[in-house]
């Protein structure tokens, strides 16, 4: 072999390994966690249904229903999976449907972005969907109101995967901190507003115009859906192999975001008062990105004394990031409390 051959082999060797740590930036890239659930109906307003990705409606008549599927590429077992339920065949000017994701500025100081040295971003992913067409995908920084636009033009139906690489951007630094720096928007309807001119693929501050130019009206017709997964952002030019990581780990990434206890759980509950009140204490699995909005799986306020019912007067009186106290009012204090949290500290 010669040595060209085998420098090479070796580069072959490096790409398709684990070699250098961690690469993908994205949280759930492979469709695992879905905490809140597994099958949406009617979806028609802003929400979370796959964990980390949040779909993006904007003055939208369409509607869809969103699940986890199992239809996947080879080597994953899961995809979020958007079905058109409503159609929208004419879409109004400001109309947007988008999947986001939202990555820290903390964990994205590798980019260097804002220096001399700053490197390209490159976002890897496989779709699927029986509406072809050009579909657009944005990158927005968030810190210092810039952004930067790419397409990728679907021709068959079936699994393939797409490969973008943004340029590198010399001007605004992302900040070092937990709040949201970059925005990954995955375009499926976009009026007027966001398209006309040429797409905007070079980094420019905040514009709408030639935001998607060209993307097609994915909620034209209930014949259509749209499958994701795998989806990766990493440093440099080249995208490697998907990086998996085990489903506990995963979860865990993502209980940095939300998450939430099954209702009817017995927790521990302690006095508070002379056999008056009750505290049931949750200690969250992960510790949360913030102080996270919290209430009850059942209710804003809803817990349950064992052998007496449902209670609608309870109410957490101390959250914090790592655990949230439960104030449950009630006069059986020889009686457990159940209860069940949610606790959102999304970006």
Known sequence: MTKAAELAKMGEVLTNSQIGGRRNII?????????????????????????????????EASQYTVTQDSDTPNGFGNCLKLDVTTADTSTASNEEVKLMHKLEGQDLQQFKKGTSDTENMTLSFYVKTNKTGVYCIELFDRDNGRE??????????????????FPADTSGAFDDDNASS????????????????????????????????GQVNFSDSTDNNWQITGIQFEVGSQATPFEHRSFGEELRLCQRYYTQSGYGGAATLRSHGPGINKLVIFHFPQTMRAVPTCAGTAGASTYTIVGQGDYTNGDYIEARKNVFNYHAPDSHASRRCQAGFKADAEL
């Open 27 to 59: 949280i759930n890239g492979a469709m695992q966690v879905f905490q809140r659930g597994t099958s949406f109906t009617s979806v028609a307003n802003t929400a979370f249904h796959a964990d980390r990705f949040e779909l993006y409606m904007q003055n």
């Open 182 to 213: 970059l925005e990954i928007s995955f375009w499926l309807v976009a009026g007027s507003a966001v398209q006309g001119g040429t797409l905007n693929t070079a980094w420019r501050s905040t514009a709408d115009g030639s935001s998607a130019t």
């Open 148 to 165: 930067v636009s790419a397409s990728y033009t679907v021709a068959d139906a079936n699994w393939n995967r797409y490969t973008i690489t």
